[in-house]
C-alpha cells in the first residue's frame, strides 16, 4: 500500500516563497510518476507540477518559472519549491503518485484521474 505524506504549507505573503515536501512509504519515488495537485476552494483540482520515473517534468503554465519540482530517490520524497507566490496559488496542495508515470506534455500535466495514490493535503496560503 502507497502512502503519501505532505508537509510545509503555511502562510506568506506574495512574493513568499514556500518548499513543500511529500514522503513517500510503501515504494520508491524512483519508480513511480509523481506530482502535485491543487484546489481552491469553488474550482477544480489542478495539476501543478509532475516528474516521471524518468525524471521528466511537466509544469502548469500558471506557474511557470515560478515553481520547481524534483525529488531525492533516496528518501523516497517529492519537492515542490514555490517562489514569488501569488495570492492566486493559494489552495490545498496535494501530493499525487502512479507506478504508470504518465506524462502529457512539458506545459501540461495529465489529468488527476491518471494519479492512484493522493496524500491528505497541506494548505498554502498567500496573501497580498
Known amino acids: 500500500q502507497v502512502q503519501l505524506v505532505e508537509s510545509g504549507g503555511g502562510s506568506v505573503q506574495a512574493g513568499g516563497s514556500l518548499r513543500l515536501s511529500c514522503v513517500a512509504s510503501g515504494h520508491t519515488a524512483g519508480t513511480y510518476g509523481m506530482g502535485w495537485f491543487r484546489q ?33 530517490n533516496a528518501k523516497s520524497t517529492l519537492y515542490l519549491l514555490m517562489e514569488s507566490l501569488k495570492p492566486e496559488d493559494t489552495a490545498m496542495y496535494f501530493c499525487v503518485a502512479d507506478r504508470a508515470s504518465p506524462y502529457c506534455g512539458t506545459w501540461r500535466p495529465c489529468p488527476a484521474t491518471l494519479y492512484t495514490y493522493w496524500g491528505q493535503g497541506t494548505q498554502v496560503t498567500v496573501s497580498s
Not at 54 to 60: E, F, H, P, V
Not at 63 to 68: D, E, I, Q
Open 40 to 72: 481552491a476552494p469553488g474550482k477544480e483540482r489542478e495539476g501543478v507540477a509532475t516528474i516521471g520515473s524518468d525524471g521528466k517534468t511537466s509544469y502548469a503554465e500558471s506557474v511557470k518559472g515560478r515553481f520547481t519540482i524534483s525529488k531525492d
